[in-house]
Every structure is written in structure tokens, then in C-alpha cells.
């Protein structure tokens, strides 16, 4: 009981720190003089309604036993792949009117009723979900996962949703696909041997992916590598090197003011805040229009600004009360569904914090990955809700077992 009113209370906090760092970014204390940019004001009050909405996710959640979200779980995981599948269809054979293009990306259902648009639906975040559910299941046998042929299944769980959403294109729900493949297959027991055969084969398709890449795809990747002068002075010298890395000719002025602007930015945001930051509402990139996608994904950028150093090893520190919960539930559990969906669970916020700060930093290429519970996104809130109700659900429905008899 305990260990779920921390992670229930951890995962409220997360919540309210985005809510009222949604709040700051759209309220500056001091109005820019240059003018507001991007009209943020309001998001705070539509993130309470989507906090309102993944409350009541989190309490459908928990009115069943888990289990019978696994005897279900092949059919939400085709739904969800039928959505994506929509969405293709739409970007490249005739555009379908609830699968629009947004910002040049084609990631959202739109519906609406008698006129009046509703909010939309990201379909590869509420995939994450349905593909540890799907897995989970499947791997709740242990001869579907020992035998390296027994490998395909989950193989291609993976592998189907990653090919229907890169071309979106949504690389970062891509890369989270793998590392939580891993997880849970490690955690089932699978071969040593056989997961780093699996990572080899990956290493071993990435040059063919890579050169499949659209060019901007390239340059976030390439990004973590030219933020050293020296490779950045390598690419001008040398034409070859800078069209692998950038799809074209590289030039200083090019990357500061197009191809690394938003990465500089986001360290300059980081760097400026300090031990303990410039306070609520405040700072420079809160006030003036210098950050985009500040509030949703690199709203650690701002946290950092406004809080500092210390306020960043807050938020994390509350992650880390929540994985640790997550892998607490798990421990406690004689089912191995149960056992293997909270790994799942685990692995989601995991690798989702690290690549989202990662990113913020200049560690990881920037993706579009948001922070969960914090960023500013209905789908995105509502699914991770979902996933604190399961984990909620697996510690309220743990199995007993009988004592021997002696």
C-alpha cells in the first residue's frame, strides 16, 4: 500500500510542476517588448483539462483486474496499428479527413462532432502502451522467448509499429521502441547471447537506415557529433564529411543560425540557470521567444532556467521514486504478465526521461520525445497516467499463493 501512495504521490507532483511550468512559460513575469511570440498563455488551463481526462484513464485502468487487459491486449495493439496504418495511408495515397497534416508530420487523428473539432489523438503514444501490453503477454510463456527462433514474435512486435512510425516521421517513438524490447526480454529471462545478437543485427541495419533518412532526420542525429569545433571544422574542410552528416555542403553560419540553433539555445537555457535559477517566471528564455517547443519538448530547459541545478535534481529525483515503485510492484509479483507489463511500464518512463534531457543537453539527437507527466500534450498525459494506473493495478492485484502443505 505503501509503495503505490508514493508512486500515486510522486506522480501527482510531476503533474503539477508542468502544469505550473506550462503556466510560466505562457505568463512571463515581465512581457517581452519584442512581443509574445507563440500565444502559450492558455496551454495551462488545456493541460488541467487533459490532466482531468488521464484521471479518468487512470480510474478505467484500475476498475478491472490487469489480466484482463492482457486477454485484450492483441486487439488494442491492432486497433492501434490500423490507426498508424491510417496515417500512412493518408501521407502518401489520398489524404484521409480525420488524418490530416500538422506542421508537415501526419501523427494525429482529428474528429469532430457536429462542426466542432475535438482534441486530437496521437496514435504512436498511445502504441507505446499497447505494445508492452501485446508483449507482455506474449511473453508471459517462457518457450516464446528461451529459443532464439522464439525471438521473431517480439522481434516483430517491435518492428511493426517502429516502420508505420518513422515515416510520420516520428523518430523518437522509434527509439523507444528497442531499449524497451530489451527490458523486458532480460527481465523474462531470455539468453544474454541472444539480446546482443539482437543489438548486433540493429547495429548492423543502422547504415541502411541512416542513408533512408529524410536530411533534417540526419542533422539531429549528426548534432551530437558538431557540437565540437573540431568536427564542425573537419565537415567545412572536408565537402565528403559534411554531406553524410548534413545532406549538404556544412558551413559555421549555417549550423548557429539553422541546423544547431535550437540545441544551442536549449544549453544556453540550462547553463543559465545555475545552482538555483532565475525563479518562477522568470529568466530569459521565459520572456522572450528564444526557445521553441519550450513548453512541451524541451520544457526541461525551462525548469532548468527557472529552478536551477537543484530544481532539475528535484524533478529527477521524483522519476527516480517512481521507478523505483514501478520496480518494487514488479518484484512483488508472482505473475509473470504482471511482473513483465510493470518492467514495461518502467522501461517507457526510463528511456523517455533520459532521451527527453539527454536531448536538452546535447547527449542525445533531438527527437520530439516528450517528458512524461510534464510536457504539455494531451495523448502523451494521458497515456503516462494510464501506466501509473496499471502500476497501481499490478500492486492492488497481486496474486497470492497458498503455503505449502507440510
Known amino acids: 500500500m505503501a509503495v503505490r ?6 506522480a501527482g507532483v510531476l503533474i503539477l510542476i508542468g502544469i505550473v511550468t506550462i503556466y510560466s512559460v505562457g505568463n512571463p513575469a515581465e512581457p517581452s517588448p519584442a512581443g509574445p511570440g507563440e500565444d502559450l498563455s492558455t496551454y495551462w488551463k488545456k493541460q488541467i483539462l487533459f490532466a482531468v481526462v488521464g484521471v479518468g484513464g487512470f480510474i478505467a485502468v484500475n476498475a478491472i483486474n490487469y489480466r484482463r487487459f492482457g486477454q ?161 571544422e573537419q565537415a567545412e574542410e572536408r565537402p565528403w564529411l559534411g554531406k553524410v552528416l548534413v545532406g549538404t555542403k556544412f558551413s559555421e553560419s549555417r549550423w548557429k543560425s539553422d541546423w544547431g540553433w535550437q540545441l544551442i539555445r536549449s544549453k544556453y537555457a540550462i547553463a543559465s540557470g545555475g545552482a538555483t535559477g532565475y525563479g518562477f517566471r522568470r529568466g530569459p528564455f521565459v520572456k522572450y521567444d528564444f526557445l521553441t517547443a519550450r513548453h512541451n519538448d524541451f520544457i526541461f530547459a525551462v525548469i532548468a532556467q527557472q529552478w536551477g541545478f537543484w530544481g532539475c535534481l528535484g524533478v529527477l529525483a521524483l522519476y527516480v521514486v517512481v521507478v523505483i515503485c514501478g520496480l518494487e510492484i514488479a518484484a512483488n509479483n508472482t505473475d509473470p504478465f504482471g511482473r513483465l507489463l510493470a518492467v514495461g511500464i518502467v522501461a517507457v518512463f526510463v528511456v523517455e526521461v533520459l532521451i527527453n534531457v539527454s536531448m536538452t543537453v546535447g547527449l542525445m539527437p533531438i527527437t520530439g520525445l516528450t517528458l512524461p507527466l510534464i510536457s504539455y500534450g494531451g495523448s502523451s498525459l494521458v497515456v503516462s497516467l494510464m501506466c501509473v494506473g496499471l502500476l497501481n493495478n499490478i500492486g492492488r492485484c497481486r496474486p497470492f499463493t497458498v503455503a505449502p502443505k507440510r
Open 5 to 10: 501512495v508514493t508512486l500515486l504521490a510522486a
Open 72 to 232: 485484450a491486449s492483441y486487439w488494442v495493439f491492432a486497433g492501434v496499428i490500423m490507426l498508424l496504418a491510417a496515417l500512412l495511408f493518408s501521407k502518401y495515397v489520398v489524404e484521409l479527413p480525420f488524418a490530416r497534416v500538422r506542421a508537415g508530420t501526419y501523427r494525429w487523428i482529428w474528429l469532430s462532432v457536429g462542426g466542432h473539432d475535438l482534441p486530437s489523438i496521437q496514435p504512436s503514444e498511445f502504441c507505446k502502451l499497447a505494445y508492452v501490453l501485446a508483449l507482455a503477454w506474449y511473453l508471459r510463456y517462457r518457450s516464446n522467448y528461451r529459443r532464439f527462433k522464439a525471438l521473431i514474435g517480439p522481434f516483430a512486435l517491435a518492428l511493426l509499429p517502429m516502420v508505420l512510425i518513422l515515416p510520420e516521421p516520428d523518430l523518437g517513438t522509434v527509439l523507444l521502441m528497442m531499449p524497451i524490447l530489451l527490458a523486458m526480454l532480460f527481465v523474462a529471462g531470455a539468453k544474454v547471447k541472444h539480446l546482443l545478437l539482437i543489438v548486433l543485427m540493429a547495429l548492423m541495419v543502422s547504415p541502411l537506415l541512416w542513408y533512408n533518412m529524410r536530411p533534417y532526420q540526419r542533422i539531429r542525429i549528426s548534432s551530437v557529433l558538431l557540437q565540437n569545433a573540431w568536427v564542425r
